[in-house]
């Protein structure tokens, strides 16, 4: 059994060349914090500086996200702007094209430096990069994250865990209500009673955090369960949900009410899980303008679509955490 709470995620906003550095520097952080060896952490740096010096040098309104990765352990590192884009993203692969100040040589030294990565570039749409560095031998899934405070604040008030069991995997999403200190003490809450027995079943789940969560403002509150094919959803309050599959998308859908307050007779949905699927959770800090036809493509990549709804559909005034999972492994 394996759990993993998602740790905050550090957003530099690459508006000056100075935040080429920061976001080397940040990277440096993270790939420390998480273990990884010398060797791993530098990678990560140059790659946060080759993905921070590119938006840089060609782009415009362009944010670098940094985090320790939910798939293993390691570091995933996001990237996305609003740039004119790269009509021949083959060409910028090319080792030797590398930008002003940068630590590699390029979007060539990310590819080979990385575990995982994958970019998506199209003139006139901007450009939106993921990569991820990984301990040698990591079993690396098609899970990705972002966790992100209110802007100006430190305190974020979301929850995320997710939990690996024998044949199944559960998720927990968490808002609690407002942000700040009071916000996050509601989250953290909700998140301890998912870690003391994550293979309970998702009804006993949320019993068991609104009794825990009585002396808090309460919280938001979505799980869900994916057992082969199958999905179990489950959730009280604001949090989103969709499972994405190629060509369209299927709400899951949250009773009215608040963990710790007014919790309703919740309602465990199923969902028959096609073969190539990717399912989202997100608090309300992310926006639902995505919705509809999916960002992309038909079947977006769990990273690259995490990047991009927070870079484009964030609330800066809210907390904002979603997950993106997707079938199979290997893919970031």
Not at 209 to 221: C, N, P
């Amino acid at each position: 059994m394996t759990i993993t709470v998602a740790d905050l995620t550090r957003q530099i906003r690459i508006d000056h060349i100075s935040a080429v550095y920061t976001a080397a520097r940040v990277a440096r952080e993270v790939a420390a914090e998480t273990g990884l060896p010398e060797v791993l952490t530098e990678r990560a740096a140059v790659i946060a500086s080759e993905l921070a010096g590119n938006i840089d040098k060609h782009a415009t309104d362009g944010t670098v996200f940094i985090h320790r990765s939910l798939a293993g352990d390691g570091v995933d590192i996001y990237a996305a702007d609003s740039g004119p884009g790269m009509a021949d993203l083959d060409h910028w692969r090319i080792d030797g094209h590398s930008t002003t100040a940068t630590l590699g040589t390029g979007l060539g030294a990310v590819g080979r430096l990385a575990a995982e990565f994958r970019i998506r570039s199209a003139a006139g749409s901007g450009t939106t990069a993921a990569a991820r560095t990984l301990i040698t031998g990591t079993n690396a899934t098609a899970v990705a994250h972002v966790r992100l405070a209110r802007e100006g604040e430190d305190r974020c008030g979301d929850g995320l865990a997710l939990a690996d069991l024998p044949g199944a995997r559960t998720i927990a999403v968490v808002d609690g209500l407002g942000h700040g200190p009071a916000a996050g003490d509601a989250a953290v809450a909700a998140i301890d009673v998912f870690r003391r027995n994550p293979g309970r079943p998702l009804r006993d789940h949320l019993t068991a955090m609104h009794r825990s969560l009585r002396q808090t403002r309460g919280a938001a509150v979505a799980l869900a369960r994916i057992s082969g094919g199958l999905l179990e959803f489950c959730g009280v309050g604001n949090i989103g949900g969709m499972v994405l599959t190629p060509g369209q998308s299927r709400p899951l859908l949250s009773m009215p009410g608040i963990v710790g307050f007014t919790l309703p007779d919740a309602h465990v949905g199923t969902v028959d899980l096609p073969e190539h699927h990717v399912l989202v959770l997100h608090t309300d800090g992310i926006g639902t303008g995505w919705r509809g036809a999916a960002p992309l493509g038909p079947l977006p990549v769990p990273a690259l679509l995490a990047a991009d709804l927070a870079h484009r559909h964030r609330d800066p005034h809210d907390d904002a955490t979603l997950i993106a999972v997707g079938s199979g492994t290997g893919t970031p």
